[in-house]
């Protein structure tokens, strides 16, 4: 699996921006943006600060990873589910898109019925 945070890492440095520039934006300091860029996986959460200040989208950040993931590796065609079974890469692919935009609903709904529940400016996880 691709490293998310410097998956994060190159996108910045693509849009022209550096980690005192994104701290500034955030209101955190740069070591918190730095902290990001050495993680291996990003919660949906931090990366979707990241894209609504970059202006990239989640599911491409996402899908490129785990299409990258399954192309280096190309004796993964299949993945174990909890039950114990077997189901082919794609499909597993596509349930944890589907278990993402849940995921991404649900914290929509929960901001908007406590509002006060959740800092929406922090991009710590």
């Given amino acids: 699996m691709e490293h998310q945070?410097?998956?994060l890492k190159q996108l910045t440095k693509a849009k022209g921006f550096n980690m005192s520039q994104l701290?500034?934006?955030f209101g955190v300091t740069r070591t918190a943006v730095e902290n990001h860029f050495k993680r291996e996986q990003l919660t949906r959460k931090v990366?979707?600060?990241y894209a609504e200040k970059l202006g990239f989208s989640l599911d491409d950040?996402?899908?490129e990873i785990n299409?990258?993931?399954?192309?280096q590796?190309?004796?993964i065609e299949r993945q174990i589910n909890l039950n114990g079974e077997t189901v082919p890469a794609e499909?597993?692919?596509e349930l944890q898109r589907k278990y993402f935009d849940l995921q991404e609903r649900y914290d929509n709904l929960v901001l908007r019925f406590?509002?006060?529940a959740v800092q929406q400016d922090s991009i710590t996880a």
């Fill in 47 to 49: 990366v979707s600060r």
């Fill in 73 to 75: 590796d190309k004796k």
């Fill in 61 to 63: 950040f996402f899908e």
């Fill in 23 to 25: 701290a500034g934006m």
């Fill in 67 to 71: 299409l990258k993931s399954v192309q």
């Fill in 5 to 7: 945070g410097e998956r």
């Fill in 114 to 116: 406590f509002p006060n």
């Fill in 91 to 93: 499909i597993h692919l």
